[in-house]
């Protein structure tokens, strides 16, 4: 009780410390700013829609972002404007680029790591649409950076993959194969299949540009795994097959793109199946199969209506090549230099060069010599460019490496400094309430110790008395009762029942002494041994022989004060259960030293008791119990036939 009383108001003090510091300056919105939330996002809800015009989307985002800015909450604001921003990215691209400064200086101010990260994304994709791709790819690395620092890992790889695409523009394949690599590692549970597939689809192009057709195939094949729409396995297996044709496997191109040449799918857009026909002309104009020009003039029919541009130089090209090798020189300079015109259009450098190749090797003696001329010049120049391209983009990740390193580091040391400062400030609170919870705690230990050793107390009492009370009651009171019984009855004068009436009192006395000393104190001093072999040959009689081996292991052997009192109430427990039910003639107890452990055995020729029958309720449940008190274990042999068997070991 007098715990009690004093545990609850503890408690009451402490639960008011701890709602006090978890609702110091936290403060709840009002009425009207819940109201204002709840439109702001009901207005961004409404600009998804796809029912409304581009104007009346922009509406709904410029209001929400008004009243994001008239209750001035920071977190609405960076929402409403980063939608903004990405929105006139998309929209009205030639008037994102003040908004998307705004949003990059507003963050920059309020040192909001994660819409920094937005607004360096949209500026990426801001100069990405206007082709300045190394600005567009340091703000990627940048907002790559930020996303990373805030463990939001898919943006982490959106960004790797905007710098995979610049560096497959520049033809930059090692680094774009390192771009890649780097970005598996962030692929998380978000649009994971998604990311997968794009990223092993980029890291298949790469590989296939610098020549390991065989991991080529491998990256392709995971990136086809784990594409969830059948159009983007078409592009892949497309893409697969072009590796075949690269790796002179041309069967195995043909096989796959009749596959997909055959689909009925209707999602194969005209363009896509354009590259599978000109792939399919391809690998039967390497078989020198003429079907090949079906199907090149298949592709170039279906391009030339859809005026893919781009696709019109590789169809251009493949019939250059086709009438080259067929020593058509008229109708191969005609489609190279159409080729090259296109690609001249188009600003594509590797096509220009092939097509340079072929007017080469096609033309007349003059033609050649300057189409050689321009080629060896075009080609100096793109190899300069590349190199310098190369170099800017990977200094830009290096220098941008270096610097992320030295912010980490100022970073890490205002952190400490900071966490430093708030130790000092708290430590005073902490160590009241550090001793305030141990004040508790001992209390509590305290108590509970005092309550749980008294009802130990009480209960081992309680069973020394109901065990005294058994065995009075049973032994001791028919003894007494027949004996004063004999006493009243018969003539004491006479020497014979006056023997009986002293040989039935000295074994009353023997034992009442004996119980006594079963309940009385152990020495557990020097003459521990001594009292524990008295005590054990107090069962030998004329009809039990109590032998005992190997005692001086006990003697020479230090034992803590508990395994002494346990290994002599356990010998003594089994000696009264041997007694009362074994109806032997001849016991054995063995001692043993192994290794660190004692052991003891005991062994009776009496009646024994079959295994399944052998129960600890008959004077073995304290026997039990003491011995795992003290980390022992208790063994019965159900080996043996006759007689009862049992091992105890414990450590010394």
């Known amino acids: 009780?007098?715990?009690?009383?004093f545990y609850s108001p503890f408690f009451i003090l402490l639960f008011l410390v701890l709602t006090l510091s978890c609702t110091k300056n936290k403060s709840f919105p009002s009425q009207e700013t819940q109201s204002f939330i709840h439109k702001i996002n009901s207005y961004l809800d409404l600009s998804q829609s796809d029912s409304l015009s581009v104007e009346k989307k922009l509406a709904y985002i410029n209001q929400s972002y008004h009243l994001a800015k008239k209750i001035n909450i920071d977190s609405l604001i960076f929402k409403t404007m980063n939608k903004k921003g990405e929105f006139l990215n998309l929209n009205y691209p030639d008037n994102a680029f003040h908004f998307l400064k705004e949003l990059e200086q507003l963050a920059t101010l309020k040192k909001d790591t994660l819409y920094l990260g937005y607004s360096y994304l949209n500026?990426?994709?801001?100069?990405?649409?206007?082709?300045?791709?190394?600005?567009?790819?340091?703000?990627?690395?940048?907002?790559?950076?930020?996303?990373?620092?805030?463990?939001?890992?898919?943006?982490?790889?959106?960004?790797?993959?905007?710098?995979?695409?610049?560096l497959k523009n520049k033809d930059d394949y090692y680094d774009m194969e390192a771009v890649n690599t780097e970005a598996l590692s962030f692929i998380n549970q978000t649009n994971r299949n998604y990311n997968y597939s794009c990223v092993y689809n980029n890291l298949g192009i790469s590989l296939k540009e610098t020549y390991d057709y065989e991991k080529s195939l491998r990256s392709y094949k995971k990136a086809r795994q784990y594409a969830e729409e059948e159009s983007s396995r078409i592009i892949i297996d497309n893409n697969i097959a072009s590796v075949f044709i690269l790796n002179q496997q041309y069967q195995k191109a043909i096989d796959l793109l009749s596959k997909l040449e055959h689909s009925k799918s209707v999602i194969v857009n005209e363009r896509i199946k354009s590259k599978i026909l000109n792939n399919l002309g391809l690998a039967y104009f390497k078989l020198n199969d003429s079907r090949?020009?079906?199907?090149f003039l298949k592709a170039l029919v279906i391009r030339e209506n859809q005026k893919d541009?781009?696709?019109l130089i590789s169809s251009y090209t493949h019939f250059a090549n086709y009438y080259k090798s067929k020593n058509n020189s008229f109708l191969a300079k005609k489609y190279a230099l159409k080729a090259y015109i296109n690609a001249t259009k188009m600003k594509s450098i590797d096509e220009r060069l092939d097509a340079l190749q072929i007017l080469a090797s096609s033309s007349s003696e003059n033609e050649s010599r300057d189409f050689s001329s321009t080629y060896f010049r075009l080609n100096d120049s793109i190899i300069k460019e590349r190199q310098k391209s190369k170099n800017q983009f990977a200094n830009i990740r290096y220098d941008f490496s270096n610097q992320k390193e030295q912010n980490l580091k100022l970073t890490t040391q205002k952190t400490e400094t900071t966490l430093l400062l708030e130790r000092q400030k708290s430590s005073t609170l902490l160590m009241y309430f550090v001793v305030l919870?141990?004040?508790?705690?001992?209390?509590?230990?305290?108590?509970?110790?005092?309550?749980?050793?008294?009802?130990?107390?009480?209960?081992?009492?309680?069973?020394?008395?109901?065990?005294?009370?058994?065995?009075?009651h049973d032994e001791l009171a028919n003894d007494v009762y027949h004996a004063m019984t004999f006493a009243e009855t018969q003539d004491l004068s006479t020497e014979n029942n006056k023997e009986i009436l002293l040989n039935d009192l000295d074994n009353i006395y023997s034992?009442?002494?004996?119980?006594?000393?079963?309940?009385?104190?152990?020495?557990?001093?020097p003459n521990f041994v001594i009292n524990l072999k008295e005590m054990m040959s107090n069962y030998s009689n004329d009809t039990v022989n109590v032998l005992v081996n190997g005692l001086d292991i006990l003697q020479n052997t230090p034992l803590?004060?508990?395994k002494k009192i346990t290994v002599y109430r356990v010998l003594q427990e089994l000696l009264v259960n041997m007694k009362k039910h074994s109806q032997c003639s001849l016991v054995v107890i063995t001692f043993k030293k192994i290794d660190k452990k004692i052991q003891i055995e005991y062994t009776d020729n009496g009646i024994g008791a079959p295994p399944d029958k052998i129960n600890l309720k008959s004077g073995l449940l304290n026997v039990e119990n003491r011995i795992n008190a003290i980390n022992g274990n208790l063994t019965f042999d159900n080996t043996i036939h006759r007689g009862f068997k049992v091992s105890i070991t414990f450590p010394i």
Do not use: C
């Not at 090949?292 to 199907?295: A, N, R, T």
């Open 1 to 5: 009780m007098k715990f009690n009383t």
């Open 123 to 166: 500026l990426g994709d801001y100069y990405s649409g206007k082709k300045q791709d190394s600005i567009a790819f340091s703000y990627f690395n940048k907002s790559k950076t930020q996303f990373e620092l805030k463990k939001d890992s898919s943006h982490v790889v959106y960004s790797l993959l905007m710098m995979s695409d610049i």
């Open 292 to 295: 090949g020009l079906d199907y």
């Open 309 to 311: 541009e781009y696709g």
């Open 437 to 472: 919870v141990l004040i508790a705690l001992t209390v509590f230990i305290i108590n509970f110790l005092n309550t749980k050793n008294k009802k130990e107390k009480i209960k081992a009492s309680y069973n020394t008395e109901t065990r005294i009370s058994k065995k009075l």
């Open 511 to 525: 034992r009442t002494r004996n119980l006594s000393k079963e309940n009385s104190s152990i020495d557990t001093g």
């Open 560 to 562: 803590e004060t508990n």
